[in-house]
């Protein structure tokens, strides 16, 4: 009777610490405040840490007379860069076209535009080139905005969530499969925009 009632035992103390262990573990962490992060992240472009929330810009569209957006509502792919656009900006604007496109379905919920810090852009080639773009020529916007992302290379392509907020900067050089899975992640766990 002693093996059996041993036996018994043993197996009520191997179900409660299966059962109540992970329970326990959970407790734990949770009063000691424990912080655990992972050292790697997914993400392909520079988290801002907070997001930095953006002054409303309203820009015009190339090639369609009266039509604007503005940075509320969707996200946006934001580019800054002088109006005189250089092969990295030129190279920056088609990998947010072709990114824009490949997220299919939801392309919709993606815009973009192109900020210039001097100069005047060539709008032909945008509204030819890059339909729907949004374009703001203004440099005292583009001053202000330059003050909250930083310094900025005419290649990077910046990010901005629906409610204005600047999330995500993607460096000159980015893969395009980069900058497409952080938006499909984005767009799959976003109830915005």
């Not at 009777?1 to 949770?30: C, H, K, S």
């Not at 009063?31 to 840490?49: I, K, S």
């Not at 080139?129 to 703001?136: A, F, K, N, Q, T």
Request: some cysteine; aromatic content about 6%.
């Amino acid at each position: 009777m002693t093996d059996a009632t041993n036996r018994g035992r043993r197996t009520l103390l191997l179900l409660a610490l299966v059962f109540l262990g992970p329970m326990a573990l959970a407790v734990g962490l949770y009063v000691t405040d424990f912080q655990w992060r992972p050292e790697a992240t997914t993400e392909h472009g520079d988290l801002y840490r907070p997001a930095r929330p953006l002054p409303d810009l309203v820009a015009t569209q190339p090639g369609r007379l009266g039509e604007t957006f503005t940075l509320h509502g969707r996200w946006t792919l934001l580019h800054i860069g002088p109006g005189a656009c250089a092969a990295e900006c030129r190279q920056a604007l088609v990998a947010s076209r072709q990114v824009r496109r490949a997220l299919g379905r939801d392309m919709d919920r993606v815009q973009r535009l192109f900020l210039v810090t001097d100069g005047h852009a060539d709008q032909g080639m945008l509204a030819a080139e890059h339909p729907g773009i949004g374009l703001v020529e203004h440099p005292a916007a583009a001053a202000g905005l330059l003050q909250l992302v930083g310094p900025a290379t005419p290649g990077d392509v910046f990010l901005t969530d629906p409610l204005g907020n600047l999330v995500m900067r993607y460096a000159t050089g980015t893969p395009m499969k980069g900058m497409h899975a952080d938006l499909q992640r984005l767009l799959k766990v976003s109830t915005i925009g």
